[in-house]
């Protein structure tokens, strides 16, 4: 598998400020890769360098080895959807695109592929001025697409974009995947991005905190398991778990929590028993729990963690709250 | 580089600077045109004003005054630095710089592409402020009696210095928004600069005309008219390498500074 991205020791200082903190990560070709970390973790920054917008302290950041000013008509290879840019409001959408085109040897007929492509092709003719959030970043889109790069940058997408607009969005990132396309798409929260990601590069203060892939965090996440139920017959319940080895806890008058349990194993033992259950639920530690924690709680002495190996210690799931 | 320079033509062509610079500049030719007919004949020459149907009114006839009325737009030069100043400076004020260095990563590039556009918008100026002199003047020349065919016959000696002269600026607006992209401090410092600082420069440091931009631009627009250094100025070449010297000397200045700058 060859890399599209990768980023090695890669540092910015701003003055006084380390907003990349030596930070090494890879992105594969044909795959999503989620660029998470919490606001001011250094994500914008880093994508930034790796687009040439910001200039490097120190290490590099490569799309197959060459940095992007190396690359001839870089927006070919590499198309960038990021915050902050903006188009000139007496322009109309489809000429900003025309621009774009001209400037990169691009044919003008991509112009109305793209429009089409992001559902803009009705309001092509309007000023970008009177666009809505949602519209700008869908030009935004269009603007990278231009070039039908094989690897896309996007620093928080879904920024502005309606419910219908995310959906779309989720659906558009899956498709670049399946054909080849590298993806590298940066979000402050792990939940919008759980439908999407193939791969997690979680970065806290400028720092990697975690390079993997979404099943192994899954898998994380799940290693928390518990069973919650709900019982009119908490004492006779008790008394049957206090029988064998098992950890449990109660947290209402009427309902417990037993560590490490499955409704595979639970179900058949309350059938045993004969006991009366009103609710049985799987607890399993969200994602976002993990997410939390490790961006939270983040120990830069824990070498397990810098790793990213899979035998590092499970983080507690709700971390400090 | 010159899918660059057509990218810069399509950048400007789709914003209301080209209409708005034109409306204005047609509006300062009628102005210039007026206080032409309206002047007394001063210098005129030998014969003075005795000789005019019209006692107190000039109809332009010595070769002076005809030139006068063709290039009677020369003073647009300062749109035409302004020009400059908003085709690069514009990019900061509304963030498309962001997708022109994503296009263009290589930011001397960017801004050699900015001179290049500013150069032919110098000259599209200088060539409609050319003919609305030729229209509006004309019109008006003949019907107060004057020779409209004297006055073309002067446009030769006229036009290529100033055509010369809008680029030269157009460059020089380019190489200072390079600097000062802020584009309002970017304006007022270039018309501060044209139309107060540099007269007071001049009249305090002797010998100063010359090497400023409007005496080396001066110097520039005897391009054609066969006239050595006057007013102490350089000839129109060594006018002209100053002037170019001027704006490449900003602009390199720019495009290290640029290339430094990081884009947040």
């Known amino acids: ?321 | 580089m010159i899918a660059i320079v057509r990218s810069e033509w399509l950048k400007m062509r789709t914003t209301a600077v080209p209409l708005v610079m034109t409306l204005i500049a047609l509006v300062l030719n009628a102005l210039l045109i007026l206080v032409i007919f309206l002047s007394h004949d001063g210098g005129g020459g030998p014969g003075g004003g005795s000789a005019f149907v019209s006692p107190g009114y000039t109809v332009p006839h010595t070769t002076q005054q005809l030139r006068n009325l063709v290039g009677s737009g020369f003073q647009g030069y300062i749109l035409a630095l302004l020009l400059g100043v908003l085709c690069i400076t514009t990019e900061f004020r509304h963030k498309t710089v962001t997708t022109s260095f994503l296009v263009t990563p290589r930011r001397p590039v960017f801004v050699v592409g900015k001179l290049l556009i500013a150069a032919v918008l110098g000259v599209g100026l200088a060539v409609i402020m050319l003919l609305a002199s030729l229209l509006g003047g004309g019109l008006t020349l003949v019907a107060r009696g004057g020779s409209f065919s004297a006055m073309v016959h002067q446009l030769p000696a006229v036009a290529p210095g100033m055509i010369l002269v809008f680029a030269l600026f157009a460059l020089l607006g380019v190489g200072i928004g390079s600097v000062l992209t802020n584009q309002v401090a970017a304006i007022v410092v270039s018309l501060g600069w044209f139309i107060i600082l540099e007269g007071i420069l001049v009249s305090l440091v002797h010998g100063a005309e010359r090497w400023v931009p409007t005496g080396a631009a001066t110097a520039a627009a005897n391009l054609t008219r066969g006239r050595g250094a006057d007013f102490g100025l350089f000839n129109w070449w060594q006018g002209t390498l100053l002037m170019l010297l001027y704006g490449l000397v900003f602009a390199t200045i720019g495009s290290i500074i640029l290339t430094k700058r990081d884009i947040t």
């Open chain 1, 1 to 321: 598998m060859t890399s599209a991205i990768e980023v090695h020791e890669l540092y910015k200082h701003f003055g006084p400020v380390r907003a990349v903190d030596g930070l090494s990560f890879e992105v594969a070709a044909g795959r999503v890769t989620g660029f998470l970390g919490p606001n001011g973790s250094g994500k914008t920054t880093t994508l930034r360098m790796l687009l040439g917008l910001v200039s490097v302290s120190g290490g590099t950041a490569t799309f197959g080895g060459r940095r992007y000013v190396d690359i001839e008509k870089p927006i070919q290879h590499v198309g960038a959807v990021l915050e902050a840019t903006s188009f000139h409001p007496g322009r109309r959408a489809r000429d900003h695109l025309k621009t774009v085109a001209i400037g990169a040897g691009i044919p003008i007929s991509r112009v109305d592929e793209t429009l089409d492509l992001v559902g803009l092709s009705d309001v092509a003719r309007r000023r970008v001025g009177k666009f809505s959030l949602g519209m700008r970043q869908r030009l935004q889109l269009a603007t990278a697409l231009l070039g039908d790069p094989e690897i896309l940058i996007l620093d928080e997408p879904s920024n502005g974009l309606d419910p219908q607009g995310i959906q779309w969005l989720r659906t558009f990132i899956r498709h670049q995947a399946s054909i080849g396309h590298a993806v590298l798409v940066s979000s402050h929260l792990l939940s919008e991005m759980e439908e999407t990601v193939d791969d997690v590069v979680i970065v806290s203060e400028g720092k990697l905190v975690l390079q993997t892939t979404l099943a192994e965090l899954a898998t994380r996440a799940g290693t928390s398991t518990g069973m919650r139920i709900s019982t009119p017959e908490l004492a006779r319940l008790t008394a049957a778990l206090d029988a064998i080895p098992v950890g449990w806890r109660q947290v209402a008058p009427d309902t417990l929590v037993i560590d490490g349990a499955t409704p595979e194993w639970f179900g058949p033992f309350a059938a045993q028993h004969q006991i009366v259950l009103y609710e049985l639920v799987h607890e399993r530690g969200s994602l976002e729990d993990v997410f939390l924690s490790l961006t939270h709680g983040y120990d830069a002495a824990d070498p397990h963690l810098m790793g990213g190996t899979p035998s590092g210690p499970a983080p507690t799931p709700g971390g400090p709250s």
